[in-house]
């Protein structure tokens, strides 16, 4: 178990943990990291809402570990630089307002980006799903996609039930497209709790707008295309 400690309030930039050194009389982000399970946790200093991350390689900490402040000094996320990905591990929100505003952002990037990788596949739909998840830690949007020919394939293996063809569970996992759902989990706990569940509603509703507006149009569908919603149990 280790507590690393990172100023709230330090020189506009970007740094690499060690670089702020001892600060004092200055408030903290407190990461405690432990050892046995590779798992970070922290309390969000604007909220107190407990933020969990998890998968930390124990080698690469603390020195993979970055803090960016704005021209105001004020820490504005934390990063963790895992090879060539960094992963967020904390972001400061003045307001609900700029968390709803970065959150949604964010989902329309992810779902341009996801937009992108279905049009490439150059396939005539017949089923085109997204999936969710939200527990108030754990996050997952998903898509996935379905030809004539999978969705064929899941009602013969279901004994002829064409229900069977509208449940994404029922495809493989190997095509399915999932949103970052750490940096999504990390900015919804950095956020108000209260208005967390709400604020992934409403990013769930964001994406599938402009993944539709993105894709709809450029890919070929079947007559009995259908772009199912569903949320996972």
Avoid at 33 to 47: F, G, H, R, S, V
Wanted: with cysteine.
């Amino acid at each position: 178990m280790g507590v690393y400690k990172i100023p709230l309030r330090f020189t506009a930039g970007s740094f690499k943990f060690s670089e702020p050194g001892r600060v004092k009389n200055g408030e903290c982000l407190e990461l405690d990291y432990d050892d046995e399970y590779q798992m970070i946790t922290y309390n969000a200093p604007m909220y107190g809402s407990e933020v969990r991350i998890y998968t930390v390689p124990r080698e690469l900490m603390p020195n993979a570990l970055s803090a960016v402040y704005g021209s105001d000094g004020v820490l504005g996320k934390v990063e963790f630089s895992e090879g060539e990905r960094k992963r967020l591990f904390y972001i400061w929100y003045k307001d609900i307002g700029a968390s709803e505003r970065s959150v949604l952002k964010f989902i329309k990037e992810q779902a341009d980006k996801i937009a992108k990788e279905v049009i490439g596949r150059k396939q005539t739909l017949a089923r085109l799903f997204v999936g969710r998840f939200y527990d108030g830690e754990a996050v997952e949007i998903a898509v996935r996609t379905a030809t004539t020919e999978e969705m064929q394939e899941v009602i013969e293996y279901y004994n002829g039930d064409v229900s069977a063809a509208d449940n994404s569970g029922n495809y493989s996992v190997e095509k399915m497209i999932t949103v970052d759902h750490e940096a999504l989990g990390v900015m919804l706990m950095c956020t108000n709790g209260d208005f967390s569940s709400r604020l992934f509603n409403k990013a769930v509703e964001t994406f599938e707008e402009r993944l539709k507006s993105r894709v709809l149009d450029k890919i070929g569908k079947t007559e009995d295309f259908k772009f199912i919603s569903e949320e996972y149990d």
